[in-house]
C-alpha cells in the first residue's frame, strides 16, 4: 500500500511540475524532482513512462539531444494528465492561495482543453465561489478518468459547461444549505456566470431535443402504424420549431 501511494505522490509530483513550468524532457524532469525524495532517477523515467503510457502526458515537440544520439522529447499534460492533476491535488497539501494560483494558471495555460469553463474561470473568483467551482471540477476530473480508462478515449468536453452547471450528480457535493445557497447566488449574482448558466441549460435542452428527435426518427421508419407515423412527423416538426428559439 505504502508502495502504491508513493507511486501515486511521485506521478502527481510529475504532473504539477509540468503545469507550472514550460515543458520539459525527462532529464530536467528528474533533476528537478530526483532530490526531494521522490525516489532515484531510474525510479522517476519509470514514473514519467507509466504516464506517458497512460496518455497522462503527451509530447509536445522534439529537439536534438546533446547528451546523446537520440532525440529529446518534450513532455506536457494531456486533458487526462489535467484531469488527473485536479483529481488527486488535495493529496499535494497545498495552502489555499497556492492552490487559487494554481487553477488559475492552469485556466490559462490549459483554456483549450476545458474553453467553456476555463474562458470564465476568473468569474468564479470575482463571485467569491472558486473554491466551489473547484470541487465541480474535481468531480468531472474523476469522471473523466473513469471513462478514459473504459473507453480508451477521454469524454468529449464540448459540452462540459452542461455538466459542470447543470450536471445532478454534482449536488452530493452541496449538501449543506450554505454551500447550496452561496454557490446560487454568485452564479445568479454574476452577468459572466448568469449568461453561462443559461447557455449551459439551452445546450443541454438541445441535446436532449436531438436525441429525442432521432429516436422519433426511428419509429418513424419502423411503425407501419400511419396514424402513429403522422403523430411522429408532427411531433418532430414541433421539437424543430422550438431549437431555434433556445439558440
Not at 77 to 83: A, N, R, W, Y
Not at 210 to 230: G, H, P, V, Y
Not at 233 to 238: E, G, M, W
Request: contains cysteine.
Amino acid at each position: 500500500m505504502a508502495t502504491e501511494s508513493n507511486q501515486t505522490l511521485r506521478g502527481l509530483r510529475i504532473l504539477h511540475l509540468l503545469a507550472t513550468r514550460r515543458p520539459l524532457n525527462k532529464y530536467k524532469i528528474c533533476q528537478e524532482l530526483e532530490d526531494k525524495e521522490l525516489g532515484t532517477e531510474p525510479t522517476l523515467l519509470a514514473a514519467i513512462d507509466k504516464l506517458a503510457k497512460t496518455r497522462c502526458i503527451l509530447i509536445v515537440r522534439t529537439e536534438r539531444n546533446p547528451r546523446g544520439p537520440s532525440p529529446s522529447n518534450y513532455y506536457d499534460l494531456s486533458i487526462l494528465g489535467l484531469g488527473e492533476l485536479v483529481r488527486l491535488l488535495p493529496q499535494l497539501k497545498l495552502d489555499r492561495a497556492a492552490v487559487n494560483g494554481l487553477f488559475r494558471d492552469l485556466a490559462k495555460k490549459y483554456h483549450d482543453y476545458i474553453p467553456d469553463v476555463f474562458e470564465i474561470w476568473p468569474a468564479f473568483g470575482e463571485a467569491g465561489i472558486e473554491d466551489l467551482a473547484q470541487r465541480r471540477l474535481r468531480v468531472f476530473s474523476n469522471q473523466l478518468y473513469r471513462d478514459a480508462w473504459m473507453s480508451k478515449r477521454p469524454r468529449d468536453v464540448v459540452h462540459l459547461s452542461g455538466f459542470f452547471f447543470l450536471e445532478p450528480s454534482y449536488l452530493q457535493l452541496f449538501q449543506d444549505d450554505e454551500s447550496q445557497t452561496r454557490w446560487m447566488e454568485g452564479v445568479c449574482n454574476n452577468r459572466t456566470l448568469a449568461t453561462a448558466f443559461k447557455r449551459s441549460f439551452c445546450k443541454r435542452l438541445i441535446d436532449q431535443l436531438t436525441d429525442f428527435t432521432e429516436q422519433i426518427d426511428l419509429f418513424e421508419k419502423d411503425s407501419r402504424n400511419e396514424a402513429l407515423r403522422k403523430k411522429a412527423i408532427d411531433l418532430k416538426a414541433d421539437l424543430k420549431s422550438v431549437e431555434p428559439e433556445l439558440r
